[in-house]
Every structure is written in structure tokens, then in C-alpha cells.
């Protein structure tokens, strides 16, 4: 841990901003969500290049298509599940069928957006962008991770969804240039490998120091791109350890876990115990309270990690 807390929709706002004033070709897209998205000093800047069409993600996402045919880059933010559930026609067929140069993020992911519920929880993005073909999937870790990714996914050619949240994260890496598609090695051990990603990393890394006062040694490899996967390093790190545990604000079907299982599967099967939401809507009330009910919290996180490495022993 490096630094103070951060509102994450703060720093990809001025992170797009800064971007956004060097390169004329950036726009920026709201439904209904522009300064909650962190656009105000954009607004303010280059109201020219700020387009507001209310609530109606359908067709800004079919606008987005348009305007990356005449050389444009737009980037289109709004709550994770109404930029990838609501619109998946489009993000699949105008977006995604189109190879567009069109980033999408989705702000308020997993479930930050604790107390409005079910509708308002994001913990299937992972799996149903996953589906259309050649969209990479960003989840960075921390502000300045957010910070480099905004920077890459700019100066990327074609269909790009990022996640962030909504609860102040702290910077847990110094600023580093951000590669789609490499993971990052947080700690070494020998043990099993925690793979994590987005915001519960710096739980997963709390994790791992309670557990290395209980004699278990944790190999932690970090993903802030959710797909393509890292599959060198993490083959790297299971080869060694033998087992994995992986944490992720999502289902505990179709995110992360489910693409290091069914990679294990086919190239070094290794047992593989998946954290996450179960398969259902989950409950709503405050964020800490509903990551305590799902084990998700560093205390159960280590827990879970422990009975796992216990259970081969």
C-alpha cells in the first residue's frame, strides 16, 4: 500500500480528460452520467466533443460505432450493467461484428453499487463481453493502474471494455506503463497462487500477509486484464505451486476462475477453487457488509486459502 484512497470514477475521468485534450479524435459519450463519470472539467473544456444523449445506452453505443467510421475514438461510460447488459445487441453486432474502435466502461462494477440491489450490480460482464469476439477486458487494480490502462486501451486499436468501481481504492503499485494483457506478480511463494482482480486485490493482498504469518506462502499474480489471460505467467506460477485460488467481484462462473480452469484443463490440470458471488442475486446493503457475507473480505479470502492448501496436505 503506497498511497491515499482514490474515487476510481475521479481519476478515469481526469486520466480521459488529459487524454482526451492532446488527441482531437476522443469523444466522450453520456447517458445521463457524464459528471458522475468523472467528465466535468471535459465538459467544461471541449463541450464540442462532449455528447449527452440521456438514458438510452442502445443507441449511444450505435452512435459510438458511427463515429469510430469517420477516424473518431469514442469512449462511452456509464454503470457496468447498462453499458454490457442492457446494450449487448449492440455492443455484439455495431461494436464488437464491426471491430470498431469504441471503448466502453462500465463504472459502479461488481457490486459497488451495494444498495440499489440486484439491478444494479454488475457480476456477469466479465462473461457475457467475453463472448464477443476480439473485445479485450480491462479490470485494473488500483488508481494509477486505472491511470495506465486509460492511457493503453486509448492508444489501442479496437473494441475495448474497462471495469472500474465506485468505493475509494488505494494506490497499491507505483504509476508503470500499462500492457494489455500482462498480469503482474504482487508476491512470490510456493504454496498455492491467488489470482485476483479490479478493487479486491488490495483484499487478496491482505490476505496473503495474514496467511504468511501463519506459515503458508502465497504466490500472488494480479490481472488487470481480465482477457486475454496472462497465460505464461500464470502457467509459470501453477507449475510451481500445484493449486489456485481465484478472487474476483464477479459470478463464480464465467470471470477469471472459469477461464484459469478450463485453461488448466488443457495444458497443466492443477485443482482450482473459484471465490466469488454464487449464482444468484446477491444481497444488498452496505459494500463491506455484503464482501463479509461472501468471503470476500481479506479475513475470508485467507480463510478460504487456508482450508484449500490444508485439505492437500
Known amino acids: 500500500m503506497i498511497g491515499n484512497k482514490e474515487d476510481p470514477r475521479k481519476v478515469f475521468g481526469a486520466a480521459v480528460t488529459e487524454c482526451a485534450l492532446a488527441d482531437e479524435r476522443i469523444v466522450l459519450l453520456s447517458a445521463d452520467s457524464g459528471k458522475s463519470s468523472g467528465f466535468g472539467d471535459f465538459i467544461r473544456l471541449a463541450p464540442q466533443r462532449y455528447f449527452e444523449f440521456g438514458i438510452m445506452e442502445q443507441a449511444v453505443e450505435g452512435v459510438a460505432s458511427g463515429l469510430a467510421t ?44 451495494s444498495d440499489l440491489g440486484s439491478t444494479h450490480h454488475s457480476l456477469d460482464d466479465f462473461a457475457i463481453i467475453r463472448m464477443i ?19 493503453a486501451m486509448l492508444a489501442e486499436r479496437g473494441p475495448i ?10 494506490n497499491l503499485f507505483e504509476e508503470a506503463s500499462f500492457s494489455i494483457g500482462k498480469g503482474r506478480r504482487i508476491r512470490e511463494g510456493r504454496d498455492v497462487t491467488l489470482v485476483s482482480t479490479g478493487s479486491l486485490t488490495a483484499n487478496a493482498i491482505a490476505a496473503a500477509e495474514q496467511l504468511q504469518a501463519a506459515g503458508i506462502t502465497v504466490e500472488h ?25 481465484t478472487v474476483e467481484e464477479h459470478y463464480v462462473y464465467g470471470g477469471i476462475g472459469t477461464q484459469i480452469a478450463d485453461l488448466l484443463a488443457s495444458s497443466f490440470p492443477a485443482p482450482v477453487r473459484k ?39
Open 161 to 170: 471494455y474497462m471495469r472500474i468501481g465506485n468505493e475509494p481504492i488505494e
Open 70 to 113: 469517420t477516424g473518431k475514438i469514442p469512449v462511452f461510460c456509464a454503470i457496468a450493467p447498462f453499458v454490457t447488459a442492457r446494450p449487448f445487441e449492440m455492443f455484439r453486432n455495431d461494436i464488437g461484428y464491426m471491430r470498431q474502435n469504441v471503448k466502453i466502461v462500465g463504472r459502479n462494477g461488481g457490486i459497488t453499487y
Open 275 to 313: 471465490l466469488g458471488i454464487p449464482h444468484a442475486y446477491a444481497s444488498s446493503g452496505s459494500y463491506a457488509e455484503i464482501l463479509r457475507k461472501y468471503g470476500l473480505d481479506a479475513e475470508g479470502i485467507a480463510q478460504s486459502i487456508a482450508e484449500f492448501v490444508n485439505e492437500g496436505r
Open 221 to 245: 499474480i494480479g490481472l488487470p486484464t481480465v482477457y486475454p489471460l496472462d497465460t505464461d505467467l500464470l502457467l509459470q506460477s501453477v507449475r510451481k505451486t500445484g493449486r489456485v485460488v
Open 133 to 151: 469476439p476480439g473485445v479485450r477486458i480491462l479490470c485494473p487494480q488500483d488508481p494509477n493502474e486505472i491511470r495506465g490502462a486509460v492511457k
